[in-house]
């Protein structure tokens, strides 16, 4: 047999914040599936945190920045608002800078008919910018609203479930690879 990878820490990102939110409800499928992989799971609900989108810092940001340094790979779940990700995520994408850098990143969209795949790619050319390496494959979650029976399990789980093996296979690889390798020589884009 062989030996069980050692777990790296992942950051989980709830990027929804309304009152009436379906976010956690996605979230909780995540963390419950998460349960078992061989990763540290940190999970960052920014309903919970006050970042002001000052470069001064202030409210939370010093907090989320520590917690972003400390990952080694972060997985976002996002809605589609408009065609776009939330404003919140993106205060918090530019909160931190450099601890964000050449660490991978997954997807867990879901809204209406597109499951969100339009914020998706806005965020993957957002994430370049900041060094972030995207991975391929994500859960996709179209409409969303009546995707998820009373229990919060997926009613028709086969293709998230695909996705997320996926994902979890890419992220795994690209978290374990690149903290060998910003271990080996300092990232200095
Ligand atoms: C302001 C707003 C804009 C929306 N725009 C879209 C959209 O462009 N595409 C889509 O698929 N769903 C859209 N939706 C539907 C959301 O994906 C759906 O309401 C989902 O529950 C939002 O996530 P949340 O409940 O975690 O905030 C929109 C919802 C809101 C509130």
Known sequence: MPD??????LAVI?????????GPT?????LRRLDGHPADVDHIDLADLDLPGDLAGGGDAERFTKR?????AFVVVTPEY????????????????VEWRAKPLGFV???????????????????AEL?????RTGVMIPDVHAAFDEHGE??????????????????DWWARTLRRGRADTPYVG
């Open 4 to 9: 069980r990878p050692a777990p790296y820490p």
């Open 14 to 22: 709830t990027a929804s914040v309304r009152p009436d939110r379906i």
């Open 26 to 30: 996605v979230t909780r499928w995540l």
């Open 68 to 72: 972003i340094a400390h990952a080694d």
């Open 82 to 97: 408009n065609h776009g990700y939330p404003g919140p995520l993106k205060t918090a994408l530019d909160t931190a800078y």
């Open 109 to 127: 969209s879901y809204g209406g008919a597109s499951g969100g795949l339009r914020a998706v790619e806005q965020l993957r050319a957002v994430l």
């Open 131 to 135: 060094h972030v390496s995207t991975v």
């Open 154 to 171: 997926l009613r028709r789980p086969e293709r998230a479930e695909a996705g997320l093996a996926g994902m979890l296979r890419q992220l």
